[in-house]
């Protein structure tokens, strides 16, 4: 059976980005057609100026938000990375086999490098092997499939090379993997900035709609969206940024194509309101959820405590092989 992994970081809430980018297709499609584990990376959380109890309480967020999007512990593996020791042990050995070059290419390590020295503030070296901790994450477990937005490719990629190299140099190891996207909704961007993606550690409140904004957020939120000052509704993500961001979160919540949708408004106020209603019929299921497993944690401390013992068993062995590969005297 196919295996897939993926994870999501406690930096944040969660946003619809996340969402419609990830968590919908691993709660609707993945768990139900392959063996799949899906994971809060806290270590991850780590890389970046950080508020330990803050993160404790987005990891327990985020596993809760998980299981209310759908995720049913049943058919698939949800857990938290902290808790699988095989993460960071994985980690080091691949650091053996990556170089910093190659670390030091990444475009998420570029961009938020550059963003903490304009704060002032200084580059975690964690920061810098954040992308090497992430192929422990996917090779520890023999993934196939990586199902991610648009912006975690290059990370997939690089987990891809060091599994081709270190089953070159030290013998067949690990599966060499694939990221898999959403046809629509795999890179949902800032409402106020159409042309940067919509993450949930950004500042700008107002471009990012929350899992858990209430409806009228919501409606507030899309309706003030940048726009443009063209008239007509028609797709185009270079020239319409902020109309194509529309028409995709639309299409993407009724299951559609956002070529489909051009033409068919006459108004930006008309998309806006039907992408707003959209929204709002999406996030309502999951809300509702949210709200009843928060009334019940000791259900989620359960589950994860499972996952985590479920994961382990499945990490360990592959983990034990590549530390004897390498050359390590492991157990
Ligand atoms: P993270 O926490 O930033 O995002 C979680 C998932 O949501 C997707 N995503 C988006 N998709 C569409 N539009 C957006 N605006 C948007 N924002 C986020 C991301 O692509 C991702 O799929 N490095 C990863 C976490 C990670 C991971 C892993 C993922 C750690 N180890 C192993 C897969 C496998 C990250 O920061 O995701």
């Not at 063996?35 to 109890?53: E, R, S």
């Not at 993934?143 to 270190?166: K, N, Y």
């Not at 589950?303 to 050359?327: C, F, H, N, S």
Request: charged share 25%.
């Amino acid at each position: 059976m196919t295996r897939v992994f993926s994870g999501i970081k406690p930096t944040g809430h969660l946003t619809l980005g996340n969402y419609l980018g990830a968590v919908r297709q691993w709660a609707r499609v993945d768990q139900h057609r392959t063996d799949a584990l899906f994971c809060v990376v806290d270590m991850h959380a780590l890389t970046v100026d950080h508020d330990p109890a803050r993160v404790r309480r987005l990891s327990r967020q985020a596993a809760t938000l998980l299981l209310a999007s759908g995720l049913d512990p049943e058919l698939c593996t949800v857990f938290v990375q902290s808790q699988v020791d095989e993460h960071a042990r994985l980690s080091y050995v691949l650091e053996c086999v990556a170089t910093d070059g190659e670390a030091r290419r990444m475009i998420q390590y570029k961009e938020k490098a550059a963003r903490e020295r304009d704060r002032g503030g200084s580059v975690r070296l964690s920061l810098l092997t954040y992308p090497v901790l992430m192929a422990a994450d996917i090779l520890a477990y023999g993934t196939d499939e990586v199902p991610v937005g648009d912006d975690q490719t290059q990370h997939v990629e690089l987990a891809r090379d060091l599994a081709v190299r270190f089953n070159q140099r030290y013998g067949q190891a690990f599966v060499v993997p694939r990221a898999t996207h959403p046809k629509v909704g795999a890179r949902v961007m800032n409402l106020q900035e159409p042309t940067s993606k919509m993450g949930k550690t950004d500042d700008v409140g107002p471009g990012i709609v929350y899992l858990l904004d209430e409806p009228d957020v919501v409606r507030k939120k899309i309706m003030r969206a940048v726009t443009d000052s063209g008239r007509e509704v028609v797709y185009d993500r270079v020239a319409r940024p902020g109309l194509a961001n529309l028409l995709e979160i639309l299409a993407a919540c009724e299951g559609g194509n956002p070529e489909d949708l051009s033409g068919v408004y006459e108004s930006y106020g008309a998309l806006k309101k039907d992408t707003a209603e959209a929204v709002v019929e999406l996030l309502r299921p999951v809300q509702q959820r949210h709200k009843e497993l928060c009334a019940d944690p000791a259900y989620v401390e359960e589950v994860l405590r499972l996952g985590a013992e479920k994961a382990r068993g499945m990490a360990r062995p592959r983990v034990d092989a590549a530390y004897r590969a390498i050359g390590l005297l492991a157990g």
